[in-house]
C-alpha cells in the first residue's frame, strides 16, 4: 500500500545523514537481527516515512504488520523502542492517537513507519510476540 495519509499533518522527520545499527528483536521467535542502515540506500519502499524503523526492518527483509501500508492509520506496527530513542524524531499528536489504540502501550512505545533515527545513536527495537500477524498474504 503505502503512501501518505491526506488526513494528517506531514511528519517533520529528516533521514539519517550518518550510517547506523538499528537491532531488532522479535519476542515471539526470539530472533535478534542487527542491521546496518546505510543513508545513501534509503529509502528502501514505500511504507512508512523514508527511513523509518518500519522502512528498514522490511529493506532488510523482516516482515513486520503493517496493515495501513505505513501511513500512521493503524497501529498493527507498533514497536518498543528500547535503546536509542533520543536519536528518533518526536513522535507527532497523529502517532500519539493511534499509539492509544495499539493494545500494551509502554513509554518507549512507537509506531515503526512513524519513527525515523538521524543515526547518531545505535537503535534497538523490539517487536511484541502479539503485534505479529499471523495470517499473511504470500510475497
Known amino acids: 500500500m503505502g503512501g501518505r495519509n491526506p488526513y494528517i499533518r506531514e511528519t517533520d522527520a529528516a533521514p539519517p545523514e550518518q550510517a547506523y545499527k538499528l537491532t531488532v528483536e522479535v519476542e515471539e521467535s526470539g530472533e535478534v537481527r542487527e542491521i546496518d542502515v546505510d543513508p545513501a540506500a534509503l529509502p528502501y519502499g514505500h511504507d512508512g516515512l523514508p527511513g ?3 522502512d528498514v526492518l522490511l529493506g532488510a527483509g523482516l516482515e513486520i504488520d503493517h496493515a495501513c501500508g505505513g501511513v500512521c492509520a ?7 523502542v528500547e535503546q536509542g530513542a533520543e536519536s528518533c524524531n518526536p513522535s507527532s499528536d ?3 492517537d493511534m499509539l492509544d489504540t495499539a493494545p500494551g502501550l509502554q513509554h518507549d512505545s512507537r509506531l515503526a513507519c512513524q519513527c525515523v533515527p ?7 527495537v523490539k517487536v511484541p510476540a502479539w503485534n505479529r500477524n499471523l495470517a499473511q498474504e504470500e510475497h
Do not use: K, W, Y
Not at 493503524?74 to 518498543?80: R, Y
Not at 538521524?118 to 534497538?124: D, L, M, T
Open 74 to 80: 493503524c497501529s498493527t506496527c507498533h514497536v518498543f
Open 94 to 96: 497523529d502517532e500519539e
Open 52 to 54: 523509518s524503523v518500519l
Open 118 to 124: 538521524n543515526g547518531s545513536a545505535p537503535v534497538r
